[in-house]
Each structure stands twice: as structure tokens, then as C-alpha cells.
């Protein structure tokens, strides 16, 4: 799979990759990493394994915990514009304002649904 283009639409490891971004700045306990790994198991099924593996191989995703990483963090600030120095607990508010100002679109509907849910968009 290639990457995508800064706007429009995100490729299915893009937008996989934004899933565990959106669960980095959630609260962090058991209950959110349980439902991104469901939501992840449901959209992508025997394909999550070899997705996480090239994720891991580019440094986005960390290999002994399977969360994002500071590149990976770096990563989606890039193709969403938002500033890497913006403060964290504002992360989200970034994440579903650059989403609907570039009307990014998310192809994988379980995907999509988790990272509107989280981010509160309709």
C-alpha cells in the first residue's frame, strides 16, 4: 500500500494510523485501548497484523505496545496541518477541525465511525 496526499482522502494505513492517534489523546486506560483494538479487529480482520507490521517497520507504531509513536504523532500532525506545538489536551479539537476545513475523507466505515465518535463530529 502507498501513503497518501496531504488532502482529500487518507490511505487505509493512514487513517489506521489517526485511529491510534485519536486513542493517544483520549484518557488513557483499558477500556479505550480495548475499543480501538475491537474497532481495529472488526474494520481490517486478518489484515490488522500485516497493516501493524508495516506501520512498526516505518517507526509510526510501536512494536512492544502496539500505540503510536512520536514519529507516528509527527506523521498525522503533518498530513492534518496541525501544529506540532499545539498543546495536547487540544489535539482533538485540531484533528476534527482540519478534518472537516480539508473535508478529509475516511473510507473504512468502522474507522471512521470511532474517530468521529471521539473527536464529536455527527
Known amino acids: 500500500m502507498k501513503w497518501g496526499k496531504p488532502m482529500g482522502r487518507l490511505v487505509e494505513k493512514e487513517?489506521?494510523?489517526?485511529?491510534?492517534?485519536?486513542?493517544?489523546?483520549?484518557?488513557?486506560n483499558d477500556k479505550n485501548a480495548d475499543e480501538l483494538g475491537e474497532v481495529l479487529t472488526k474494520a481490517l480482520g486478518d489484515n490488522l497484523t500485516s497493516?501493524?507490521?508495516?506501520l512498526n517497520n516505518k517507526g509510526l507504531l510501536s512494536d512492544?505496545?502496539?500505540?503510536?509513536?512520536?514519529?507516528g504523532i509527527l506523521y498525522i500532525d503533518n498530513i492534518?496541518?496541525?501544529?506540532?506545538?499545539?498543546?495536547?489536551?487540544?489535539?482533538?479539537?485540531?484533528?476534527?477541525?482540519?478534518?472537516?476545513t480539508y473535508e478529509i475523507e475516511?473510507?473504512?466505515?468502522e474507522i471512521k465511525e470511532y474517530i468521529h465518535k471521539h473527536i464529536g463530529i455527527e
Open 15 to 28: 487513517q489506521i494510523l489517526l485511529a491510534y492517534y485519536v486513542c493517544n489523546f483520549l484518557e488513557k
Open 51 to 54: 497493516i501493524q507490521e508495516a
Open 64 to 71: 512492544h505496545d502496539q500505540m503510536i509513536t512520536n514519529e
Open 106 to 109: 475516511l473510507s473504512v466505515p
Open 80 to 100: 492534518l496541518h496541525i501544529q506540532s506545538d499545539a498543546v495536547e489536551r487540544n489535539k482533538l479539537a485540531y484533528v476534527k477541525d482540519n478534518l472537516l
